[in-house]
């Protein structure tokens, strides 16, 4: 860390602006540092989501899982699980050798993931039995409506939302989840952000969501109170936890990159997503923890949220990574806003 903040610039009134900046005629408390860079953010962002799929007539298109932004060299990196030269020729034809950067990462296979019998008023991190066995994320409320946050891709097209032994309510198709079996994250309606693998479900009558999660491992009825969101959007170093209904509590997780596409090994795609790493044990979550809440700890023993869990990918060298949905995402894309206590 520097203690200066860096502000690019692609344009000749970008320049103007810095000037004023490094200028003191706009004072601001952090040093400035400006640099004049070829490709804007929108630019990266075209790149970034075309790269992760360069489509039909490329060859081993299917080696790249991965494309995140590189805001310090002004480029995307795209990740390949193997090396091919027609493949990295095919990207250099049509992006360019600086638009883009090879990462590769050996042996890295990828799913998206899915306590055990949780009733009315629902916790976050307990058992969804339906459309696809996952984990509910967070209590949301829209107005008075209690809702339940969870992944978009354990109620691809909507559908019943359920426990084993009860109904929560009803996400609906478009509007209310963003994940489409063979292609993955698609627009919420009327927007043209990607939100990530978010889904929203409403509560059936006579039901209720609480604002807790539940804590611990696997079949814990210990919860928490979840007593804020979190205040920004994630960074390069974060700490966090994430709890999963098969896997339990797992902390210490630290993010990596964001703003990141993942596509899994089927083809499906999670755009701008987070990504991050567990180097320790290697027990890294599973199938069955897909939409469970990623937070961390307060000092007061509530949890403030952070995210939704999307999926995981295990590899032989770096122990575990994880991915998940800014809860910012959530907020910007569906109506309400988190639940808290």
Known sequence: MTGTVRLDSTTGRGENLLAQFRDGHLRVATPVQGLRV??????????????????????????????????ETNRINVYVSRLSEPLLQALAARFGTDAIAIRYMAETT???DGRNNDTSPFYGGAKTSTPNVCTTGFSWRNGSANMMLTAGHCAPGGGDLSTPSSVIGYV??????NWNNGTGSVYLSGQSTYRGDVALSSVVSGKATSPYIYRGGPGSSSGAAVGEMWSRAPVSG?????????????CNWTVYSTGINFKHSDGETARNVVRSFYRNDGVCTVGGDSGGPVYTVRSDGKVA???IHHGHSSNSVSGCMQVFTDIWQA????PGSLATA
Do not use: W
């Open 38 to 71: 070829t490709r804007s953010i929108a630019q990266l962002e075209k790149v970034k989501d075309e790269a992760i799929d360069p489509g039909a007539g490329v060859p081993d298109r299917d080696a790249i899982f991965m494309t995140e932004p590189d805001a």
């Open 238 to 250: 974060d700490k966090y936890c994430v709890g999963g209904h098969v896997t339990g509590e797992k």
């Open 172 to 177: 609906t198709p478009n509007s209310s989840e």
């Open 110 to 112: 990828s799913t998206g």
């Open 331 to 334: 907020y910007y894309g569906l």
């Open 305 to 307: 949220a952070k995210g």
